[in-house]
């Protein structure tokens, strides 16, 4: 439901903006409700409470937070997000910039994702 994409892209502009000003979509998308509400109850909360006050909210919608979005914000308390567009050319698909640094990457992180696949590829398997 929009209500939930609403709020995870509000959590998301929250806990991980480009102060910056790095990159900004041609027509960003606009939330379609109001959650300032849910700004409110996170602005005071550290990210680990905040998200689960979040997986809580969007389940009530009975929706959950996607598991590449989710995956993605435990990387690295440094990602950056840049709005969120509309892709015409890829079926209409609402798609969210971000930025990851690969030297801010959590150690166990980079040890699951990073070093275990240059493990595979040198045969140190």
Known sequence: PKQARDLILTFIGHYFPDNDGLVTAKSPLDLYNDTSFFIKEISTLNYEEAYKLL??????????????????????????????????????????GILISIDDIFEQ?????????????????
Do not use: C, W
């Open 55 to 96: 997986t809580q909210h969007v389940r009530k919608l009975n929706a959950s937070v996607p598991p590449l979005i989710s995956a993605y914000m435990s990387l690295s308390s440094t990602m950056k997000s840049f709005g969120t567009a509309l892709n015409k050319k890829f079926g209409d698909v609402e798609e969210t």
């Open 109 to 125: 992180k980079k040890e699951r994702h990073i070093n275990s696949y240059l493990k595979e590829k040198n045969g140190d398997t």
